[in-house]
């Protein structure tokens, strides 16, 4: 497992991550399985949100707690990060201090844990106070309760304007991001052309992330646009992409769970790949992508099979 350190933190951090958003669709014992597979793969880090859970809020954060018996000598084995901002309830987004702070209160509660490693923004917010953000962020840093804060699905300049209230600094943008799902990549690449590719969708959060020395993570590496399902075996859709991943599977002798994270995780930029999955197959699949670094040209194959163009 490929390990680095996160920029401004203390962080020694797995590339690959378990995210926890479907882990009620398992019993208590299969989802014991599920994490103790990702920790004996090396994986030590644990993604979760608030709003996860299909009956309730924090669902999942209690599920995983209750799962693994969540005590002090595994707490330390595992960094956790947690993401609020989004009342589910009434389907709006919210960056009060109140509901910043209440949302890591129950967070910590339903993890069993005293503090976060991180905490991520979920969505942006249109009505955020970026004073009231700083003021929630400080009292739950100087408490002990968070030690690192992060966004999800922000751009440059809603990270900006974050950073010139806040006294952190912002250390994880996760965003969306796979083989079928490149925006992050594809107006940079065709600059100047007058083609869909060419769209600047995200201000350019890639190149923005890496000069700010903020870690992006990957979530949905293996899904096909917004939650249209996974393109790996999809050989109708997508023959030529999972035709050009197999014939590179098969040169690493691993499966086209392992490409597919390999090819994010070639990327110089350090990204973390947060794995959804349910099965522990997929999970120790996946695992055998963090340390492959394919070539330059591999990576080229992939980026075309999956239907772009470089110019």
Excluded at 122 to 142: C, G, I, K, T
Excluded at 162 to 185: D, M, W
Excluded at 261 to 273: D, F, M
Aim: include cysteine; glycine fraction near 6%; proline fraction near 3%.
């Amino acid at each position: 497992m490929k390990y680095h350190t996160l920029a401004n933190t203390d962080l020694h951090v797995s590339n690959l991550i378990m995210g926890n958003m479907r882990l009620t669709e398992l019993s208590l014992q299969e989802a014991e399985k599920l994490i103790r597979t990702a920790m004996e793969e090396e994986i030590n880090f644990f993604d979760h949100a608030d709003i996860y859970g299909p009956d309730y809020v924090g669902q999942c954060e209690e599920y995983f707690a209750n799962a693994i018996q969540m005590n002090s000598s595994l707490r330390e084995k595992m960094v956790i990060q947690s993401k609020c901002g989004i009342n589910s309830a009434k389907n709006y987004y919210d960056f009060s201090k109140k509901h910043i702070i209440d949302s890591v209160n129950g967070s910590l509660e339903r993890l069993k844990t005293d503090y976060l490693d991180l905490l991520l923004l979920h969505r942006p917010d249109p009505l955020m106070d970026p004073e009231e953000v700083a003021e929630a962020f400080n009292e739950l840093q100087s408490s002990g309760k968070v030690r690192h804060f992060g966004v999800s699905n922000h751009n440059p300049a809603q990270i900006q304007l974050l950073e010139k209230y806040i006294g952190q600094k912002l250390v994880v943008n996760q965003v969306q991001f796979s083989i079928a799902h490149t925006p992050i990549i594809d107006s940079g690449i065709s600059l100047n052309m007058g083609i869909d590719q060419a769209v600047n969708r995200d201000s350019s959060v890639l190149e923005y992330c890496r000069l700010n020395d903020i870690t992006l993570q990957a979530w949905s590496p293996f899904q096909n646009g917004f939650f249209e399902g996974p393109f790996l075996g999809d050989k109708e859709k997508f023959g030529k992409l999972n035709e050009v991943i197999d014939r590179i599977a098969s040169k690493y002798s691993v499966t086209n769970t392992a490409i597919a994270v390999a090819w994010i995780t070639t990327h110089p930029a350090n990204i973390q790949v947060v794995l959804g999955t349910t099965n522990i197959q997929r999970m120790k699949d996946a695992s055998k992508g963090s340390e492959i670094k394919l070539t330059r040209e591999e990576w080229y194959d992939i980026y075309k099979a999956a239907g772009n163009m470089v110019p």
